[in-house]
C-alpha cells in the first residue's frame, strides 16, 4: 500500500466527548492518500487519521458532486459527532418541507456507519464502492473536520472542474 505523502500535519483524532483526542483536540483530517483496495472492498485508512479508540465510528454518505458525470462522486466520511450536526439541521427544517425531506432521503438512505476493523481498514460497502466506481486505488482526501473518498481520476476530473470556484474562495479567506 503506497502513501503518496510522507508527511501529515493531521491532527489527533480519537472518541470521547464530542470526537476529541487524549489531547481535547477535534479531529484534522488533512492532506492526501492513495492506498490499493483489495477484492473485499477494503482498504486501509490513513495513520495519520486513525483514532486513538478503535470503536470510533464514521458515518459514510455516498455524496455527488456536479462534474461527475454520475448520481454520487465520492463517499463524504463523518466523525459521529459531525453526523449528529446534520441530523440537527435536517430535523429542524421539519417533516412537512418536501425539499428537505428528499435531502434526507438521499443522505440516510445512502449512508452507512462503521468503525475501522482490526487491522485499521475501512470495509466498504460493494453498493458503496460500486457507486462511486472505486475499482483499484481509493483517494483519501481531508476536508479539515472531514474526510472524502474518492476514486483516483473522478477526482481529477472533479477537481478541475471547480478549479475557478476554489481560487476564488482563496481570495475570500485572506
Same mark, same amino acid.
Given at each position: 500500500m503506497s502513501e503518496d505523502a510522507s508527511n501529515s500535519s493531521a491532527g489527533s483524532i480519537g472518541a470521547g466527548?464530542?470526537?476529541r483526542g487524549s489531547d481535547g483536540v477535534l479531529p484534522a +483530517?488533512?492532506?492526501?492518500?492513495?492506498y490499493k483496495l483489495d477484492a473485499q472492498?477494503?482498504?486501509? +485508512?490513513p495513520n495519520e487519521w486513525r483514532p486513538a479508540d478503535p470503536r470510533t465510528l464514521f458515518t459514510l454518505v455516498l455524496w455527488p458532486h456536479r462534474a461527475a458525470g454520475r448520481n454520487h462522486a465520492y463517499v463524504y466520511g463523518l466523525s459521529q459527532r459531525r453526523f449528529q450536526d446534520l441530523l440537527s439541521k435536517l430535523e429542524k427544517a421539519g417533516m412537512g418541507d418536501a425539499r428537505a425531506g428528499a435531502l434526507r432521503r438521499a443522505i440516510f438512505g445512502n449512508s452507512t456507519t462503521m468503525a475501522l476493523d482490526a487491522s485499521g481498514r475501512l470495509v466498504l460497502p460493494v453498493r458503496m464502492a460500486d457507486a462511486i466506481g472505486l475499482q483499484k486505488e481509493v483517494l483519501f482526501v481531508g476536508t479539515g473536520a472531514d474526510f472524502e473518498i474518492w476514486d483516483p481520476s473522478l477526482h481529477e476530473i472533479c477537481t478541475r472542474a471547480e478549479s475557478d470556484l476554489a481560487a476564488d474562495a482563496y481570495?475570500?479567506?485572506?
Open positions: 466527548s464530542l470526537d +483530517f488533512t492532506w492526501q492518500y492513495t472492498k477494503r482498504v486501509a +485508512f481570495t475570500q479567506l485572506v
